[in-house]
């Protein structure tokens, strides 16, 4: 092959690295003015989530290798013991335990209270305003007042569930009904947001499939068994993972219904309220910063768990 031949092989292949490297730098370019102007809207929120999120965390990493106290004075580097102490102290595990044990109540039930009351609100014909008010509305009280509300419902002697049922049960005095009736509590206030991700759900499913099916002569289980529980799979995916996340760190409704207490016989002692307990009553803010991390830890795993598990079912469907 000549020199003028092979010079002219290379004009494509040199054409199309100027081309490439052209478009490279064009978007480089259009991204660095993107980010210039966009950076000034973002930059209040990037600076109190460092201020709020990241400088916390990393401080609280740091604290859990000490032997800090809540007045921050004489911090000495520990290393791992307030992680060995953590792992053998049986309160962390008891307490761990009744988060576990709220958790595995209170998602399935609000799961298909959830559905079932989307169902009703979809299907109703009259008032469907009234029922969507209705069961969203506790969702907007605060934590206290919800707490507080049960609380005296659940007061022996004067509260209404004992009187309207005509018996005489110790909600509030009971190990063995004690964290049942924070699960009651915690059912009727939260969840109205599941109900309305369900709702929403629900009127995103077309019409012509419900149309479709009853041509074909299916009934009504064999549509809500084939058509709304297919299409809502994802929906509940999400609500079973939201409700495990919010599960696990209870705090309030148990606190304040049994007036700052672990409740009877410490049956109600959430792991959230015994690291408060370690930091903010024993003063120990190393040691509590240690069980933090490993509940953030616990916490971390089931939503990645959460995300690899969707991922799979992801790449299964296609």
Same mark, same amino acid.
């Given at each position: 092959m000549s020199t003028t031949s092979a010079e002219t092989a290379l004009v494509p292949a040199r054409t199309r690295d100027i081309a490439v490297a052209g478009r490279t730098d064009s978007l480089r370019d259009r991204m660095g003015r993107r980010l210039q102007h966009g950076g000034w809207f973002i930059a209040p929120f990037l600076a109190l989530f460092v201020l709020f999120v990241i400088w916390p965390v990393l401080?609280?990493?740091?604290?859990?290798?000490?032997?800090?106290?809540?007045?921050?004075?004489?911090?000495?580097?520990?290393?791992?013991?307030?992680?060995?102490?953590?792992?053998?102290?049986?309160?962390?595990?008891?307490s761990l335990g009744h988060s576990a044990y709220f958790t595995l109540l209170v998602v399935p039930c609000i799961t298909v209270l959830a559905f079932l009351m989307a169902m009703l609100a979809h299907h109703i014909e009259r008032a469907k305003w009234l029922w969507r008010l209705c069961f969203f509305a506790p969702f907007l009280l605060p934590s206290t007042v919800a707490a507080n509300l049960w609380q005296w419902l659940f007061n022996p002697g004067t509260g209404m569930v004992d009187h309207v049922l005509g018996i005489e049960t110790p909600w509030l005095t009971d190990k063995a009904y004690a964290m049942p009736a924070v699960v009651i509590c915690t059912l009727w206030w939260t969840v109205g947001f599941s109900f309305?991700?369900?709702?929403?759900?629900?009127? $995103?499913?077309?019409?012509?499939?419900?149309?479709?099916?009853?041509?074909?002569?299916?009934?009504?289980w064999h549509r809500m068994l084939h058509i709304t529980l297919p299409m809502l799979r994802n929906i509940t995916g999400l609500v079973v993972a939201l409700q495990i996340l919010a599960s696990l760190q209870v705090f309030d409704q148990a606190v304040v219904m049994y007036d700052f207490q672990p409740g009877p016989e410490e049956s109600t002692r959430t792991f959230v309220q015994y690291t408060l307990e370690e930091g903010f009553t024993s003063y120990r803010v190393g040691y509590a910063s240690a069980i933090s991390i490993i509940f953030f830890v616990i916490? $971390?795993?089931?939503?990645?768990?959460?995300?690899?598990?969707?991922?799979?079912?992801?790449?299964?469907?296609?």
């Open positions: 401080r609280g990493v740091y604290l859990s290798f000490t032997d800090a106290n809540i007045s921050g004075v004489g911090a000495n580097f520990v290393g791992l013991d307030n992680y060995r102490e953590a792992l053998d102290d049986p309160l962390v595990w008891d309305l991700l369900y709702l929403a759900a629900l009127q $995103a499913i077309p019409d012509h499939l419900y149309e479709a099916a009853k041509l074909d002569g299916a009934n009504a916490i $971390a795993s089931v939503a990645f768990a959460r995300m690899w598990l969707l991922r799979k079912r992801e790449e299964g469907a296609r």
